[in-house]
């Protein structure tokens, strides 16, 4: 079946940047998602790009798609501490039926 | 406007007996979506309805495990003589129609079997 892979941890200092990594494997995908789940909550959708765009910035927060190689990222500038949380990479066809990667744990230093 | 709502939070069975996790789309909001989380991974879907359809269940278990969304009220995911294997997070989403690309997600019902 069609995987989404991210590495599972990121440890970063205060005010540094973060890039958080995916990549998957359905070249169909016509979604591509970042959402932030914070302890104990649900997921929270940060921001997404579809799949003819090859780059979204919206404040903080960019994300970057290669359609090429599968592979997108999302970078957070001047990580906060109220950054930490897990950030789940998506894709989907048609918005039916999202896969998910496993999360990337962001822990953030101050 | 509130946003998706999911009840109970937390649900504790012993095995055997019946789960029922209730879930309140967004206003104005008819597709409904069920993912299970388990520990430590990604969400993985289960369920798609819409009001009294359901349009893909694909990702759920054969046995045991049934959804439903009535005209009125929230939509129900059922899960009969739990095994300790059922203890997830259950997530609902909600999204205002096919031609929406955002699904917006409760808060989650954690399920312990114990």
């Known amino acids: 079946g069609e995987d989404v892979e991210q590495s599972l941890f990121l440890s970063v200092r205060e005010g540094d940047s973060s890039v958080i990594n995916c990549t998957y494997t359905?070249?169909?995908?016509?979604?591509l998602y970042w959402y932030k789940q914070e302890p104990g909550a649900g997921l929270q959708l940060l921001t997404y790009?579809?799949?003819?765009?090859d780059m979204k910035q919206d404040q903080r927060l960019t994300v970057l798609l290669n359609k090429k190689d599968k592979h997108l990222s999302l970078r957070i500038a001047d990580t906060q501490t109220g950054d930490s949380a897990i950030y789940f990479c998506?894709?989907?066809?048609?918005?039916?039926?999202?896969?998910f990667g496993a999360g990337t744990r962001l822990t953030v230093k101050p | 406007n509130a946003g998706v709502m999911q009840n109970p939070r937390h649900l504790v069975r012993r095995r055997g007996q019946e789960a029922r996790l209730r879930c309140s789309p967004m206003?104005?909001?008819?597709?409904v979506y069920w993912y299970r989380q388990l520990p430590e991974e990604g969400l993985k879907f289960m369920v798609y309805?819409?009001?009294?359809?359901?349009?893909?269940e694909s990702g759920m278990p054969k046995e045991r495990f049934s959804a439903e969304f009535p005209k009125e009220g929230p939509s129900i995911l059922r899960i009969q003589q739990v095994v300790r294997g059922d203890s997830a997070a259950y997530f609902c989403?909600?999204?205002?129609?096919?031609?929406?690309?955002?699904?917006?997600f409760g808060p989650g019902t954690r399920l312990t079997v114990t």
């Open positions: 309805l819409q009001k009294e359809n359901i349009i893909d």
């Open positions: 989403a909600s999204s205002p129609g096919l031609s929406s690309y955002e699904q917006y």
């Open positions: 206003k104005g909001h008819s597709h």
């Open positions: 998506a894709e989907s066809k048609n918005n039916n039926d999202m896969r």
């Open positions: 790009i579809f799949s003819n765009m």
């Open positions: 359905d070249s169909s995908s016509t979604y």
